[in-house]
C-alpha cells in the first residue's frame, strides 16, 4: 500500500497539476500585470494613489513574476524550491494586502482597498493549489 501512495505522489498527473497551478498563477499574475500598467492612469485616480509610476512598477513586477512562473512550470523537473519560493511570495502578497487593507486608508480609496482584498483572495487560492501540488509530488 505504501509503494502504491509512493506512485499516486509522484505520478505524471501530480506533476500535471503542480505545473497546471504555476501556470495559472502566471496567467494570472501577467494579466493583472498588463491591466495595471495599460490602466495606470485611471487606477490610479480610482485608488486614490499619488503617482501612476507605482501601478506601473507593480505591473512589471507582477509580469516578471509570471515569467519565472512559467519557466518554473517549463522546467523537465519542477525544483521543489523554485514552487515553495512561489508559495512563499504568494503568501507574502496576501500578508501585505490585509496591512494594506486593515491600515491603507489614507493611502488608498475604499475601491483601492476591496480590489486588494479580492486580488489577496485569488493569490492566497494560487498559493494553496501550489503548496498542494509540491506535497504530493
Do not use: K
Not at 501556470?23 to 495599460?38: E, V
Not at 518554473?72 to 508559495?87: M, N, P
Not at 475604499?110 to 479580492?118: F, I, K, L
Amino acid at each position: 500500500e505504501r509503494e502504491q501512495r509512493t506512485q499516486m505522489l509522484t505520478s505524471p498527473s501530480t506533476r500535471s497539476a503542480l505545473r497546471t497551478a504555476l501556470r495559472a498563477n502566471a496567467s494570472f499574475s501577467a494579466l493583472c500585470g498588463f491591466i495595471a500598467m495599460a490602466a495606470a492612469r485611471p487606477l490610479t485616480d480610482l485608488f486614490a494613489l499619488e503617482h501612476a509610476w507605482i501601478l506601473m512598477g507593480l505591473g512589471a513586477v507582477l509580469i516578471a513574476y509570471a515569467a519565472a512562473l512559467t519557466l518554473t512550470s517549463l522546467r523537465r523537473e519542477v525544483h521543489s524550491g523554485l514552487v515553495g519560493a512561489a508559495v512563499f511570495l504568494d503568501l507574502l502578497w496576501v500578508a501585505a494586502s490585509i496591512v494594506l487593507v486593515v491600515f491603507g486608508e489614507p493611502l488608498l480609496s475604499s475601491a483601492g482597498r476591496v480590489v486588494v482584498a479580492a486580488l489577496a483572495v485569488f493569490v492566497g487560492l494560487f498559493g494553496l493549489w501550489q503548496f498542494d501540488g509540491l506535497r504530493r509530488s
